[in-house]
């Protein structure tokens, strides 16, 4: 047992009566507050040197933090530390939204799962902007994650995209387009042929663009998707995001399963892995992936690079097993790349 799992965990997890974005919030401060010679021990006991290159980017290693867990960017410096060797801020949406009302997360802890509809809450693009331009280089590539305004209709989408580009483009080493959140509507439709064509048509040239996509597409849908990423040129693809469906829970979990968003965690490991793989056969490799999706383990990582993926980042996992899977992680994947 770690020092997170038996010491650090326990008291997360019983943070605010065991409300997990309570949890979150605390430790999301705590980090932000972190000083540079705290940051400078815990960057000697966690962070890998495993270099990898993808999409014209060179990582210190090849474990990123998933979009989501900072979605305003308060604790960036923190993320290097704790081993990281990239990070996705956001996602961010063109204007500041509350998202959905509370409880919008769950732990399915015996699962090692995580049901959230938290719907985007964010403070917005331009605070992003700002708070990035004060802050300076992370010294880690930084990955944006770009949502729809919940606001604004479907049919606007392009513009609504475009707006946090251009506040954002110039201070993201890749920028990912968000177009499989569950917990907004309408969003997830944005991975049609004709939309995604749209949204890339109008974001693809400074930078690397990324698309992030569902686990529940159908292959022909995702085959559909590549086509169209290839064709307007996309740097890569983030595979996946969390899922609508809820195969694989343990017993004891069952009641929680009946909340609605979207599940991520020890559940999705499989289908991530087999959307990675499909994405990698599909494309015959001409399209760099990061793989995310229920890497629990270091392991977990290290297949998801025999599937297919250049790159891997971490979300659930990293709630249940803290920095040891992230240096785990960095490690065994530098032992998997070729
Ligand atoms: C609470 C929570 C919030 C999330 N928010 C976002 C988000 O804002 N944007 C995004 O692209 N993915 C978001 N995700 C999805 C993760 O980035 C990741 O794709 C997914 O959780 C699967 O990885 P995991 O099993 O390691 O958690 C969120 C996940 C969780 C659990």
């Known amino acids: ?51 990898v290159e993808a999409f014209g980017v060179r990582f210190p290693n090849a474990v990123g933090l998933a979009a989501g867990m900072d979605k305003n960017g308060v604790a960036l410096p923190a993320w290097p530390a704790l081993g990281f ?11 500041a939204q509350p998202g959905n009302d509370r409880p919008r997360l ?13 719907g985007f809450n964010n403070a917005g693009a331009a605070a992003l902007a700002s708070r990035l ?47 499989s959140s569950p917990n907004t509507p309408g969003l997830r439709t944005l991975q049609d042929k004709a939309a995604i ?11 690397p663009v990324l698309v ?32 609508l469906a809820r195969d694989g829970l343990a017993e ?18 499989a289908r991530a892995r087999e959307v990675v793989r499909f994405v990698h056969t599909e494309t015959g490799g001409r399209l760099p992936i990061i793989g995310v999706g229920g890497i629990a383990e270091p392991d977990d990582a290290a297949r998801m690079l025999d599937a297919g993926a250049s790159l891997v980042q971490l979300y659930t996992g990293f709630i249940y097993r803290g920095p040891d899977l992230v240096k785990g992680a960095a490690r065994a994947c530098a032992r998997a790349l070729p």
Do not use: W
């Not at 060797?85 to 204007?95: Q, S």
């Not at 989408?157 to 920028?175: F, P, Q, R, W």
């Not at 529940?216 to 899922?243: F, K, P």
């Open 133 to 179: 331009e004060a802050l300076g280089p992370v010294g880690v590539p930084l990955g944006i994650s770009l949502g729809k305004s919940k606001v604004t209709p479907l049919e606007e989408a392009v513009e609504d995209y475009l707006t946090s580009y251009n506040l954002l483009h110039g201070y993201a080493d890749y920028i990912a387009v968000n177009v």
């Open 197 to 207: 064509g749209a949204l890339l048509g109008a974001l693809v040239g400074r930078v």
């Open 212 to 243: 992030k996509i569902a686990p529940d597409l159908t292959d022909e849908a995702v085959a559909e998707l590549l086509e169209v990423c290839l064709a307007r040129g996309a740097a890569g693809v983030i595979a996946t995001n969390t899922t």
């Open 1 to 51: 047992m770690s020092v997170f799992t038996g010491a650090v965990r326990p008291v997360l997890f019983r943070l605010g009566g065991g409300d997990p974005e309570k949890a979150h919030e605390f430790t999301l401060a705590r980090l932000a507050a972190l000083g540079a010679r705290s940051r400078a021990l815990l960057h000697r006991r966690y962070a890998v040197q495993a270099p």
């Open 252 to 269: 004891t979990d069952r009641p929680r399963a009946a909340e609605a968003g979207g599940l991520s965690g020890r559940p999705l490991t």
């Open 85 to 95: 060797g990239f990070v996705e801020v956001g996602t961010v949406t063109a204007r």
């Open 106 to 118: 769950f732990r399915l802890r015996d699962s090692e799962a995580v049901i959230n509809r938290m």
